[in-house]
Each structure stands twice: as structure tokens, then as C-alpha cells.
């Protein structure tokens, strides 16, 4: 795992008040994740939605890293979303975190669109739904994030696979009942149909999971 930089120690530090292991999942998240990649590619400024925010670990980072950044959080985990609302109040960030219901459907008008880990859990047909939904969602030259794992490096993938299994069938660390990986290709088909202008950045360099980042634009 990678180190955790400084402005990731500061989302450290925002969770001191969590239970133990609420902390060490971040702390995980922090060290596993390329945050500060997708934090990069992020627009500065405007209204941004963190879909399947879970503890708010990116959330707080977007907020952390740009002041001007009006960030919302969703998931379907309230527990999560309390410790969450707890960190930011501690680092004196305004995010708004709210609970998606049953049926909840991504809807608005957003500057940017983050979805870091989240669509393998969905399935599919749901997966490729929420890509279709976030597209449409977006602001006139607003940007969809999407961080997955690649399928490449096998060897990574199957490491990386094995472990989301464990987390959501053994451990029930994370909700989802349908694990699903699919390859950025069919992530960028979906997103060219829709319109977008897509980028890939591979991310797994130096880091135990093949983590890849497809950013697509929407024409202003």
C-alpha cells in the first residue's frame, strides 16, 4: 500500500472520534487508493456529487483540496454517512451527505460526478444504469469520474477481486450482493453512446490493485 499523503492525513485526523475500525477501514482506503489522482482530474469548482460516498474518505478529500467545491456525498450505508457527517464537521467542511433510498435515481444538474468504487457491487444491468443515469446528470461541460479496477494486471485484478469478495461476503465490510467487475471498454462504450468525450488513466503503478480512472466530459 501507499503512503498517505498529507492531505489524506488530514482526512486521517477528521475520523479520530470513529470507532477503531471505522478508522482503520479509511485508513485502508486512504493508503489503497489513488484519491489524489482523481482529486487531480476533479474540477476545481462547482457543484460535485460523490455517488456511493460510504465513509466520506473522498468527500472530505474534494473538499479539503479545493475550497470551492460545493460537494454532496450519497450512499445507501446510514451508518457510514454518520461518521462521515462527523469527520467533516470536524475539519470544518460543509459537505452535505444524504441517504439514498430504495428506488433513489441520480438526477440534477452537477459540475462533476465521482463513482470510486462502487459499480462493481451493483450488477451489470444496475451498473451500466447509473453510468447511463450520471451522464445525463451532468452540467454542460461537466465531468463524469469513474475509478474501477482494471482486469490488468491479472495478477492484481484476481488479488484485488478476491479481496472485494472476502469484504462483502465474509466480512459484510461493504454492502453488495451482486459483484460484478466490468472492463473500462464497456464503461466507454456506454459513455461515448451517451455523448461524452472519454479519457483513461491506468493508476496501478506502485499499488497493489489495478486501479484505472475513465474521465468523460460532457460538451459545454
Not at 476533479?42 to 474534494?62: E, K
Not at 461518521?83 to 428506488?103: K, L, N, S, V
Not at 466490468?182 to 497493489?208: C, D, I, K, N, Y
Request: include cysteine; charged fraction near 20%.
Amino acid at each position: 500500500m501507499s503512503r498517505v499523503d498529507a492531505i489524506g492525513q488530514k482526512v486521517q485526523a477528521a475520523f479520530a472520534g470513529a470507532p477503531r475500525n471505522e478508522r482503520l477501514h479509511v485508513t485502508a482506503r486512504l493508503r489503497s487508493c489513488p484519491i489524489a489522482a482523481i482529486a487531480e482530474a476533479t474540477p476545481p469548482s462547482g457543484r460535485v456529487l460523490d455517488f456511493g460516498c460510504g465513509h466520506g474518505a473522498v468527500s472530505l478529500y474534494l473538499a479539503l483540496t479545493s475550497s470551492a467545491r460545493e460537494i454532496t456525498g450519497i450512499d445507501v450505508d446510514g451508518e457510514k454517512l454518520v461518521y462521515a457527517r462527523a469527520a467533516a464537521d470536524a475539519a470544518g467542511q460543509p459537505i452535505r451527505f444524504e441517504h439514498m433510498a430504495a428506488g433513489y435515481r441520480l438526477t440534477g444538474e452537477w459540475d462533476a460526478i465521482t463513482i470510486v468504487d462502487v459499480l462493481y457491487l451493483l450488477g451489470e444491468d444496475a451498473a451500466l444504469d447509473v453510468v447511463d443515469e450520471a451522464a445525463a446528470a451532468l452540467a454542460p461541460g461537466g465531468v463524469l469520474l469513474i475509478k474501477e479496477i482494471d482486469f490488468r494486471p491479472r495478477w492484481k485484478f484476481w488479488l484485488a477481486a478476491g479481496q472485494e469478495l472476502l469484504a462483502t461476503k465474509l466480512f459484510r465490510i461493504t454492502q453488495g450482493s451482486r459483484v460484478r467487475f466490468l472492463s473500462p471498454t464497456q464503461f466507454e462504450e456506454r459513455l461515448v453512446a451517451a455523448g461524452l468525450q472519454v479519457e483513461h488513466q491506468s493508476l496501478h503503478r506502485g499499488r497493489m490493485h489495478p486501479h484505472h480512472l475513465i474521465v468523460a466530459r460532457k460538451a459545454g
